[in-house]
């Protein structure tokens, strides 16, 4: 039974004049069946909602990592007022004292004024800071990529100043990082339960097209299809729907981080932009975490895709 | 070409509908299945297809033991088969001239290759004009030759037909009875499930009959 038999019917002169052009076939698995506007609205909301939670990451994460970079760079001492010393002569003994250490590019003491300024805030302007028992700061830059030897540089800066201490920031760095790292956590853990959500969501999609679609699969089976072609017809909608869903989601988070500086800077001057600055910088999303926003929506039309064709095998084994 | 060894088929719990058929069914061969309403005739077509499995026995097609048989190797067996249904089995969204050529499209053919046969065939069975008809608004008579068309296109191995001519004139009855004739003499071996004495008489063939679920051949 080839091609190589003639017609199987001979119609003689009936013969009907066949069609020069190919004609235009219906799609074996017809596009209006899948039920696809609420399937893309989902798969839209969760790459959205996905995106939005990888960017605050990747902003979190790069901020966190700038503080921490400016914060270990630096270290204060503290120089306490002690009854019988000279705390000027103190200050200035102890500022030298860590001048000598090896490591530190750059020292410099606060002047009365300069901690008078720094009090402001909290003690009002007009303030007589030699009535007030106020320590001295100074604050010393280290050379990148140095370790310094914290125990001898406290030696020597308490030999000259026995009321000084030297602060290096470690409590405040470790706090950061465990901070950092529960936001990374947290990220991680929307991201699984908006995949998961994705998944059961085009599972339940799947199921739905199929029952619709039962009789067109039937006939596959009875013209001799196999399942992987006729799932592969399926996946083809499946699929669309997933990277359209996936380009809008991921599309609509991308231009909200593209507009967000311009956001940031309407709410700068007000208590809660400056306290989003303190946090995120300045708001923007590098070239690389747009980059990883797109790879995320493909990523996640992927597993619509992926989630479809498990479905479908699945329920092509109950239909025959 | 297909061998049948004391094959029982019951649905779940209930009684066996077949019992102990025993039979072959040669290549090239033509046969009328027959027996009263409810006599096992669409059970027995369902597993010559492969849609069901027997409860019992040993059926064998084409060589290959069924039992045996993948998901992928019988949808490849089928390709061998041809049924016609007696609810038709059309695929609304798809002209006539589609639903003829899907068995060809499955297969991974190109238009280009079968077009002129898929007409020819069409204007055969009295369809040329309603080749870019859909199926809901063909009529019964027209779905039936339309789904025999679609059985027969691709020159299946064995064609199983159930109530054939149930829904067209005797005319258009001997005429589809002489395009499965026709397709016999090109090798196909036919089955044809029938209460049509009126048909039967027009061709001398091998008669099964099926009684109480029991199969009775008359050579």
Redesign the interface.
């Known amino acids: ?1 080839g ?1 190589e ?1 003639g ?5 003689g002169t ?3 004049q ?2 020069a052009r ?2 235009n ?2 799609p ?1 698995v ?1 596009r209006a ?1 899948i039920s696809g506007r609420a399937l893309v609205a989902v798969v839209a909301i969760m790459t959205f909602l996905a995106s939005i939670t990888t960017g605050t990451v990747l902003l979190v994460s790069a901020s966190a990592a700038e503080w921490q970079s400016e914060v270990a760079s630096e270290i204060t001492m503290q120089v306490r007022p002690q009854a019988g010393r000279d705390l000027e002569r103190d200050v200035i003994a102890a500022a030298e004292a860590m001048r000598t250490q090896p490591g530190i590019v750059q020292v410099k003491p606060f002047s009365k004024d300069e901690s008078a300024r720094l009090l402001e805030p909290w003690l009002g302007s007009g303030l007589s800071i030699e009535q007030l028992p106020v320590p001295r700061v100074v604050v010393a830059r280290v050379q990148p990529g140095t370790t310094l030897d914290l125990a001898g540089l406290r030696r020597a800066v308490t030999q000259v100043a026995p009321s000084a201490s030297v602060d290096d920031h470690r409590a405040w760095i470790e706090r950061m990082r465990s901070m950092t790292g529960a936001t990374v956590f947290a990220g991680i853990g929307i991201l699984v339960l908006v995949i998961a959500a994705t998944i059961i969501s085009v599972s339940f999609a799947t199921r739905g097209a199929m029952a619709a679609n039962r ?2 699969v ?12 006729i799932a592969n017809h399926f996946l083809r909608h499946f699929l669309r729907l997933g990277l359209e869903g996936g380009l809008i989601g991921g599309g609509a988070a991308m231009l909200g981080f593209g507009f967000s500086e311009s956001i940031a800077a309407w709410f700068s001057g007000t208590p809660v932009g400056d306290q989003f600055a303190a946090l995120l910088g300045t708001f923007s999303l590098p070239p690389s975490g747009y980059l990883a926003l797109a790879v995320q929506a493909v990523a996640i039309a992927a597993i619509t895709a992926w989630a479809s064709r498990r479905t479908l095998f699945a329920t092509l ?1 109950d239909i ?1 | 070409m297909v061998r049948f060894e004391n094959v029982g088929l019951r649905y779940g719990l209930g009684p066996e509908i077949l019992r102990d058929l025993t039979f072959l069914i040669p290549a090239h061969s033509f046969q009328f299945l027959t027996g009263p309403s409810g006599a096992g005739k669409t059970s027995l077509l369902r597993l010559l ?1 492969l ?1 069901i499995r027997p409860t019992r026995g040993l059926v064998n097609l084409f060589g290959q033991d069924v039992s045996l048989l993948g ?2 190797q019988v ?7 041809g ?1 016609v ?1 007696q609810d038709f ?3 609304d ?3 006539t ?2 639903n003829v ?3 060809f ?3 991974g053919r190109e ?3 079968y ?3 898929v ?3 069409l ?2 069975v009295g369809l ?1 004009e309603r080749m870019d008809a859909l199926p809901p608004i063909l009529s019964g008579g027209e779905k039936q030759r339309a789904a025999i068309a ?1 059985a ?6 064995l064609l199983l037909a159930d109530e054939p001519t149930g829904s067209v004139d005797p005319t258009l009855g001997r005429r589809l009875l002489r ?1 499965f004739i ?2 016999n003499r ?3 071996a036919v089955i044809i499930a029938t209460h049509d004495i009126t048909l039967m008489d027009q061709y001398e063939a091998r008669r099964m009959v099926l009684h109480q679920g029991r199969l009775h051949i008359y050579e």
């Open positions: 039974m091609d038999h017609p199987l019917v001979d119609l009936e013969r009907p066949v069609p190919a004609r076939m219906s074996i017809p069946s009789p067109i039937e006939v596959l089976h009875f013209v001799g299809a196999g399942d992987r072609y084994d025959d | 297809f849609s998901k992928d949808a490849n067996m089928r390709q061998k088969i049924i249904l089995r059309l695929l969204h798809m002209t001239y589609e050529a899907l068995p499209r499955v297969m238009e280009s290759s077009r002129r046969e007409i020819d065939l204007k055969w040329g679609r027969v296109i691709s020159r299946p191995q395009l026709e397709l090109l090798g196909t």
